[in-house]
C-alpha cells in the first residue's frame, strides 16, 4: 500500500509537466474572448428560459395531485420528457460529443445502430442502473441513453443526488416536482427519505405512462461512488482501503455500498435488472481527473467538449445479487467496480473500451468498425425542442382566449 501511495504522489507531482505536454484533450481553445460572452449569453438564456417555462408548466398541473394522481404523475412525466430535451439540445448544440457504445454479451441485441446513424436501444421500462462518476455532467450523458430507449424512458428517470441542489431556484423546484430522491449521506436521515419515495415508485397505477403490469417505467440512477474522481476522492479512497485493508483501485473510487443496498432490497420484486455503464473521456492522461478538463466553460464556451464518450454496458439480475446479506452485496459491489477499473485501464492503455463485435449489426460493415457504435448525442427530430414549450404556449394561447370571450361578455353586459 505505502508503494502505490508513493507511486500515486509521484504521478500527481507531474501533472502540470504532463498536461503541458499533451495539451487539452479538448484541443486549442475554438471561441475568443468575445464569442465566449457571446455563447454564455446565449446559454443563460436559453437554459433559464427551458427551465423557467418547464416549472411553470410542473405549477399549472399541481391541481392533477388533488383530482386525478394517475394523471397528475403522467403529466409530470412528460415535463421530465421536456428537460431531457433540454439537456439533449444543450449538448448537441454547444457541446457536441462522439459517443462509442460497446457492451458484453448480458444485453446483446437491446443496442443497436439505426440506418441514420444513430443509437437506439431496448432497455426494460423499469430498471436501475449505475455507473462510474467522472464528470459533473455523466447524468447528461445517461438521460441522452433514455432519450434513445423504445419505448423512451426520458420522462422516467430518477435520480439520488446531494441534498444541496434541491435549494437551487427553479432548477430545485423542477428536481423535486420530478421526485428525485435528496441524500444529506446521513442514512439515519436519508433512509425514511428514500423508503417514502421507493414505495411510491412501487405503487401501481392506471395512468396513461403506466406500463402493463401497472407499475409506471422507472429507470433509477445512481452513482455508488458518491461524488466525481478527483484529488481529493483519490486520497479519501486510498486512506479508507488502507483502513479497512481492502485493495484500493486506480481509476475509479471504491462505491458505497449502503444505499444501493437499501434502493434494491425496497425495490425487490417490482425491478428485474441493474444495468451498468463504465464511462471514459478520451484524452483524460493518466493520474489526471475529467472533472479538472473538461469544465462546464470548456466544453460550453470554449468550445473544448470531449473528444469522444466511451461506454461500455451489461447487466445484472436482481434475482443473482446477494441482498440478504449487506456484507456479502458490499463485496459484491467491489468486485464490479474492480472490474470498472481494469476496463479503464484497457482504455488508458489501448483507447477503447471492452469492445463488441456485432455491435453495428452490419450497418457499417463495409468500414470494418464492428467493435462500438459511434454516434452523437443529437435529438432524432429537430422540432422536437418545441415540446418544451408546448404547454405553456397551449395554456398561455386559451388563457388568452378566455379573456376575450370575458371581456366581449363583460362588455356586452354593461352598454
Request: proline content about 5%; aromatic content about 14%.
Amino acid at each position: 500500500m505505502a508503494n502505490e501511495l508513493r507511486q500515486r504522489q509521484t504521478t500527481q507531482a507531474q501533472k502540470p509537466e504532463t498536461t503541458a505536454e499533451v495539451g487539452h484533450p479538448g484541443g486549442e481553445i475554438k471561441h475568443g474572448g468575445a464569442v465566449q460572452i457571446l455563447r454564455l449569453l446565449l446559454v443563460v438564456v436559453y437554459f433559464f428560459s427551458s427551465c423557467a417555462t418547464i416549472v411553470v408548466t410542473q405549477f399549472i398541473g399541481v391541481p392533477l395531485y388533488w383530482i386525478n394522481r394517475d394523471l397528475y404523475y403522467a403529466y409530470m412525466a412528460l415535463t421530465k420528457q421536456s428537460f431531457g430535451i433540454f439537456v439533449t439540445t444543450l449538448t448537441q448544440w454547444w457541446a457536441p460529443t462522439v459517443i462509442r457504445v460497446s457492451w458484453d454479451s448480458s444485453v446483446a441485441g437491446e443496442l443497436r445502430k439505426t440506418q441514420d446513424g444513430t443509437l437506439e436501444c431496448s432497455f426494460p421500462e423499469r430498471m436501475v442502473m449505475i455507473a462510474n462518476h467522472q464528470l459533473y455532467t455523466d447524468w447528461l450523458y445517461l438521460w441522452w441513453i433514455a432519450y434513445t430507449n423504445r419505448p423512451q424512458t426520458h420522462g422516467h428517470i430518477y435520480i439520488i443526488l446531494k441534498e444541496s441542489l434541491k435549494h437551487i431556484p427553479i432548477i430545485g423546484w423542477g428536481m423535486r416536482f420530478y421526485g428525485f430522491i435528496f441524500m444529506s449521506r446521513k442514512m439515519a436521515t436519508d433512509q425514511p427519505r428514500m423508503a417514502h419515495r421507493l414505495k411510491q415508485l412501487k405503487e401501481v397505477h392506471t395512468g396513461p405512462m403506466s406500463g402493463t403490469s401497472g407499475l409506471d417505467p422507472m429507470w433509477l440512477l445512481l452513482f455508488p461512488e458518491g461524488t466525481n474522481a478527483s484529488d481529493n476522492g483519490r486520497k479519501k479512497s486510498s486512506q479508507w482501503a488502507e483502513k479497512v485493508g481492502i485493495k484500493d483501485m486506480e481509476h475509479v473510487l471504491l462505491p458505497r455500498s449502503t444505499g444501493m443496498f437499501f434502493c434494491l432490497s425496497e425495490l425487490q420484486g417490482t425491478v428485474d435488472y441493474v444495468y451498468d455503464c463504465t464511462l471514459a473521456y478520451e484524452g483524460v492522461p493518466r493520474g489526471e481527473f475529467g472533472q479538472d478538463l473538461f469544465t462546464l466553460r470548456s466544453m460550453y464556451l470554449q468550445g473544448r467538449p470531449p473528444p469522444s464518450v466511451s461506454m461500455y454496458w451489461r447487466r445484472f439480475a436482481v434475482a443473482d445479487i446477494p441482498l440478504d446479506d449487506h456484507d456479502k452485496f458490499d463485496l459484491w459491489l467491489r468486485e464490479r467496480w474492480y472490474e470498472k477499473d481494469a476496463y479503464i485501464e484497457q482504455y488508458l492503455r489501448t483507447g477503447r473500451l471492452p469492445p463488441t463485435k456485432a455491435a453495428t449489426n452490419g450497418v457499417n460493415k463495409e468500414s470494418g468498425d464492428e467493435e462500438y457504435i459511434e454516434t452523437q448525442v443529437q435529438l432524432a427530430h429537430w422540432w422536437e425542442v418545441g415540446n418544451i414549450f408546448l404547454v405553456l404556449a397551449t395554456f398561455g394561447l386559451l388563457a388568452n382566449i378566455l379573456a376575450r370571450v370575458w371581456n366581449v361578455v363583460w362588455y356586452g353586459k354593461h352598454v
